[in-house]
């Protein structure tokens, strides 16, 4: 079984500040793990993924994630937040054997000029 | 096509009736799922299909919700009877078998079914 947390429904920063959203998993296999965006009324967009490999990893816009295998963490920054940032974020597992992703709650980033 | 492409955008419909949700997956993209989003809240999973068969339909909620695939190309969610706690937007994601694109799955602009 999979599961994703991701701690905070909601996060409110500056523009140009740093933004930092957390994402914890659990996995019985070692996971496939994801970071979507979802702009309004749109669907989902891949931001990056750690499959195999470097732990650190480099998506679209200028985000990274890193993956912490003690940690079972995956959290996503970016140095400069920018206005059109504002948008939800979802973190993501696969078992690297499965289909199916599970999916976090969801973090909404608000961001303020 | 370019993307992956859903119809209709919006459905609103009356408890009771039955829908049917449309998507039309990138072409080559041999597999293919239903997600569900309610209002808030993350994605889950309904069903997934492997070409036209579905070996894993775990997270459909009851048996008013179906699914059925084409080949490799269009498949139908189709809710019998709904209700007001089936309102939440429908999203289908497909990927594909290339090692490069296999683990990626591209997401639809979703069908917003609203149930009154």
């Known amino acids: 079984a999979q599961s994703v947390t991701q701690l905070g429904s909601h996060v409110s920063v500056s523009e140009g500040a740093l933004v930092l959203l957390r994402c914890n998993y659990s996995?019985?296999?070692?996971?496939?793990l994801f970071w979507y965006v979802q702009y309004p009324n749109q669907g989902l967009q891949l931001l990056l993924k750690y499959t195999t490999g470097a732990t650190l990893v480099k998506g679209i816009n200028g985000f990274e994630a890193e993956f912490k295998k003690s940690e079972t963490s995956f959290h996503l920054t970016k140095p400069s937040a920018h206005m059109s940032d504002a948008a939800e974020y979802f973190c993501?597992?696969?078992?690297?054997?499965?289909?199916?992703?599970?999916f976090g709650g969801g973090t909404r980033v608000l961001v303020k000029p | 096509g370019a993307g992956v492409s859903q119809s209709p955008s919006n459905k609103v419909t009356e408890k009771g009736k039955d829908v049917e949700l449309r998507c039309d997956p990138i072409s080559g993209h041999t597999a293919l799922y239903w997600y569900r989003q309610r209002l808030g809240q993350g994605l889950e999973f309904l069903i997934y299909?492997?070409?036209?068969?579905?070996?894993?339909k775990s997270g459909l909620p009851s048996d008013r919700f179906s699914a059925e695939r084409t080949g490799e190309s269009v498949s139908t969610l189709t809710i019998q009877r709904t209700q007001q706690e089936d309102s939440a937007v429908y999203l289908c994601a497909g990927s594909g078998t290339s090692p490069l694109t296999g683990d990626t799955q591209y997401f639809g602009p979703g069908t917003r079914l609203t149930v009154l």
């Open positions: 993501a597992v696969k078992g690297a054997a499965g289909n199916k992703l599970t």
């Open positions: 299909f492997q070409g036209n068969s579905a070996p894993d």
């Open positions: 996995s019985s296999v070692p996971p496939y």
